[in-house]
T-cell receptor, first 114, second 111 residues
Framework: SAVISQKPSRDICQRGTSLTIQCQVD?????MFWYRQQPGQSLTLIAT?????????ESGFVIDKFPISRPNLTFSTLTVSNMSPEDSSIYLC???????????FGSGTQLSVL | QQQVKQSPQSLIVQKGGISIINCAYE??????FPWYQQFPGKGPALLIA?????SEKKEGRFTISFNKSAKQFSLHIMDSQPGDSATYFC??????????FGTGTRLKVLA
């Protein structure tokens, strides 16, 4: 398994501002994933963060809105830029376990945009 | 083809009863089917998973039943307890890192 620390756990932000979410893993991992979980909805993959290269974004998500950093094999950040109320969601960091298939999640960041 | 359809959206079960959540998929390339349990304020946690080469997998009170021909799989929670009250997500993947998640089932077990 993997222990994932994510912060902040929650935040309330004003429209037009940006928030950076941090994700720290207790072991080195090749890929880190960022998901969005809108209220009452399923989990949607935003992007995959690889160390030493640009993040890979899923359809509907762009780098200007969700810039990602991956400075080393245990840490990543996701920034939600120029926020609007529609960005109110839970943002989750995740990694695959050493076996390769199992996906482990952090506790999430609950974001509310006023 | 990439969707995983999950039902019901919500479920209320008496303590000691059986909770059953169903999922269906279209993409026959999927070869790994996990279930996740999520409590309020927490991230999803892996509960149990199955591959299509077996029809059933049991871990404690949790059982996955898998029907390859029907492209369906389900989670059974035996002797449901109030502590099982959570949101459950099924998922599917095809050997890549991408998971496709179902829409979730909010389970409430009455004491």
């Amino acid at each position: 398994s993997a222990v994932i620390s994510q912060k902040p756990s929650r935040d309330i932000c004003q429209r037009g501002t940006s928030l950076t979410i941090q994700c720290q893993v207790d072991s080195q991992v090749t890929m880190m994933f960022w998901y969005r979980q809108q209220p009452g909805q399923s989990l949607t993959l935003i992007a995959t963060a690889n160390q030493g290269s640009e993040a890979t974004y899923e359809s509907g998500f762009v780098i200007d809105k969700f810039p990602i950093s991956r400075p080393n094999l245990t840490f990543s950040t996701l920034t939600v830029s120029n926020m609007s109320p529609e960005d109110s969601s839970i943002y989750l960091c995740s990694v695959r376990g050493t076996g390769g298939e199992k996906l482990f999640f952090g506790s999430g960041t609950q974001l509310s945009v006023l | 083809q990439q969707q995983v359809k999950q039902s019901p959206q919500s479920l209320i079960v008496q303590k000691g009863g059986i909770s059953i959540i169903n999922c269906a998929y279209e993409n026959t390339a999927f070869d790994y089917f996990p279930w996740y349990q999520q409590f309020p304020g927490k991230g999803p946690a892996l509960l149990i998973a199955i591959r299509p080469d077996v029809s059933e997998k049991k871990e404690g009170r949790f059982t996955i039943s898998f029907n390859k021909s029907a492209k369906q799989f389900s989670l059974h929670i035996m002797d449901s307890q109030p502590g099982d009250s959570a949101t459950y997500f099924c998922a599917a993947s095809s050997g890549t890192y991408k998971y496709i998640f179902g829409t979730g089932t909010r389970l409430k077990v009455l004491a």
